[in-house]
């Protein structure tokens, strides 16, 4: 991420791919797509193309990693080599393991862990095109997959970045925005219990940019929050209809 950031959006006040500053990119969910998995989901946010699978809750192998109380939550956030424009390595990187972490905790309190206690929830997450904020994306199809999988959740969560671009705070930055602009906030939230649960910075703001930034992404949140409902109805639909 460079301090410095230039013309990234033009004299209309519009940015490279002609949204507005608070404008998402168009955004399509689907729930249900993947009949192995226990439940899955997969978003389309810009050009970013990801599925999120779950298994579970099922018995936690190696069996010394169970916890007597509540179940565990494993993630594995994984970008397919053809996902970005120069061939990832198939193999973990330290990102990659960094946003498992990251999304894990996001996902953690939507959960009612102490409901299953001895048992793990895997969650996977492939990502099969990139074009910036793949963990926010990650995090809002990741919660639906667990709710198709029948997991109990205190509440869905929604994640969106907001950040800084030449001077503009602007909403849910696309790859170019997230690498030349001059700063990045990802933030993932529990719209109906009004809890942050994810909340992340790169790059440099004032304190007034930052609460801007906050708040706009939150706004952001809100308006995914929406689309995953009607996703989540759009799937209860498709299973009324199939038994029909
Ligand atoms: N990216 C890439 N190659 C990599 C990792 C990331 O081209 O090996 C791109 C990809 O488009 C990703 C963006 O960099 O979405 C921003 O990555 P970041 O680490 O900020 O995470 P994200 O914004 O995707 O949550």
Redesign the pocket.
Known sequence: ?SQKSEKLIDKKGLRLDGRKPNELRPIKIEVGVLSNADGSAYIEQGK?KILAAIYGPKEVHPKHLALPDRMILRCRYH?APF????R?SPAP?R?EIE?SKVIREALEPAIFLEYYPRTAIDVFVE?LQ?????????ITAASLALADAGIPMKDLVAAC?AGKVDDTIVLD???TE??IGAA?V?VALMPNLDAITLLQM?GTLSLEEFEQAVNLALEGCRKIYAMQKEALKARYVNVKEVEE
Request: net charge negative.
């Open positions: 991420m970013n970008m996902s970005v424009q120069e990832k990187s990102r946003l990502v990139a074009d910036g904020g793949t963990r926010c994306a990650s970045a930055l696309m790859d997230d690498k990045d990802p790169d």
